[in-house]
């Protein structure tokens, strides 16, 4: 399986997306002496997409896993495609999310030498878990919207 953003991959393993549901613009009020609440209910907004990742490429320095999560974060803040394939050749899954903004990588725990050279094809190595965060501006196919409005 593998991830793009902005058209850059982006190595290691990763598990599923987790992909919130779009959010909601919600008001609710209890009027005084009156049973019962109001409640005022807007179209969805954007969601938050969370992609828990090992980093890992062959990183025989700890210097060079360093680098690669520098260049990494160097793309928080921008806005772009987001893409996410994997599976079969002949049944291979493809999912994308238009306008997306990367919000950054939170690593889990320090990183670690994989010594036992699982990861990387018989090759020793630095690699770092952690999650990567996006926000995708108001989510496709919910009610009213199909794309974003970038300020």
Request: charged share 20%.
């Amino acid at each position: 399986m593998a991830i793009t953003f902005e058209g850059n991959p982006i190595d290691g393993t990763h598990e599923a997306a987790h992909i919130d549901v779009p959010r909601l613009q919600v008001r609710r009020r209890q009027f005084w002496g009156i049973a019962g609440e109001a409640e005022h209910v807007s179209k969805p907004g954007g969601r938050s997409i969370r992609i828990p990742i090992t980093l890992h490429k062959e990183y025989a320095t700890f210097k060079s896993l360093e680098k690669a999560i520098q260049k990494l974060t160097e793309h928080t803040g921008c806005n772009g495609l987001l893409k996410i394939t994997g599976g079969p050749t002949k049944n291979k899954m493809e999912r994308n999310f238009k306008h997306c903004t990367f919000m950054g990588f939170t690593p889990r725990g320090g990183p670690l030498f994989d010594a036992s050279k699982c990861l990387d094809a018989g090759k020793a190595g630095w690699f770092q878990a952690g999650d990567l965060h996006f926000h995708q501006l108001l989510a496709e196919g919910a009610a009213g919207g199909n794309g974003a409005i970038l300020l």
